[in-house]
């Protein structure tokens, strides 16, 4: 299934005298199959470290989508952290019956909020990536969030195929220059949200 989507909520289309996107994401956002828990760096020593070692499991994993420079960027919770400061990434971990499974990364821009998911590998195949994917979709509404696009390998058929179950629309294709000179074929989708 989807291990990790990229994906760009685009509000450069919100009318001038729309109301301010909130500043903040929601600590915590409750969906039907999954809840989404925001990664405190001061607050959640344990649910960092409860973090870091999904992550560690998964480095093998998430290579497909990941240069192995990214993947190696955490090799220690200090290193994680100095990264999440940093880039002003708001992590929610994603939790399915009760067990922390996957992430959902993401980086508030003035004009859009980028978003980065994936799912551990023994929790895939199962709706969780579905299920955070609308659960967020809902929040990102409420923040005056009227376009979600997605940028997808476009080697990956589960994510691809994920897209289309959520009615994203194709968009276009492209190609990102990775930071070691690799590129990838990227295709995009579109989905306009429904408002709250």
């Known amino acids: ?46 649910r960092l470290e409860e973090f870091f070692a999904l992550y560690n499991k998964n480095r093998q994993h998430l290579l497909p989508w990941h240069s192995e420079q990214e993947v190696l960027l955490f090799k220690n919770i200090a290193a994680m952290k100095a990264h999440i400061r940093k880039q002003k990434l708001s992590w929610h971990a994603v939790y399915y019956a009760g067990t922390m499974v996957g992430l959902v990364e993401l980086l508030d821009r003035v004009q859009y909020i980028h978003m980065s998911y994936w799912v551990d590998a023994d929790y895939t195949r199962k709706g969780i990536a579905h299920a955070a994917i609308t659960t967020m979709e809902q929040a990102l509404s ?5 376009c979600l696009q997605a940028k997808i390998l476009a080697d990956n058929e589960p994510s691809i195929n994920l897209m289309k179950k959520l009615k994203y629309t194709l968009h276009a294709a492209e190609f990102y220059m990775r930071e070691s000179g690799e590129s990838d074929h990227i295709v995009v989708f579109k989905k306009t949200l429904q408002k709250m």
Not at 11 to 39: M, T, W
Not at 142 to 146: F, N
């Open 1 to 46: 299934m989807c291990i990790h989507i990229e994906a760009l909520s685009d509000c450069r289309h919100v009318p001038d005298n729309a109301p301010p996107r909130k500043k903040r994401f929601p600590r915590r956002i409750a969906g039907g199959d999954v809840d989404l828990v925001k990664l405190s760096l001061r607050n959640d020593p344990a």
């Open 142 to 146: 409420a923040m005056q969030c009227d």
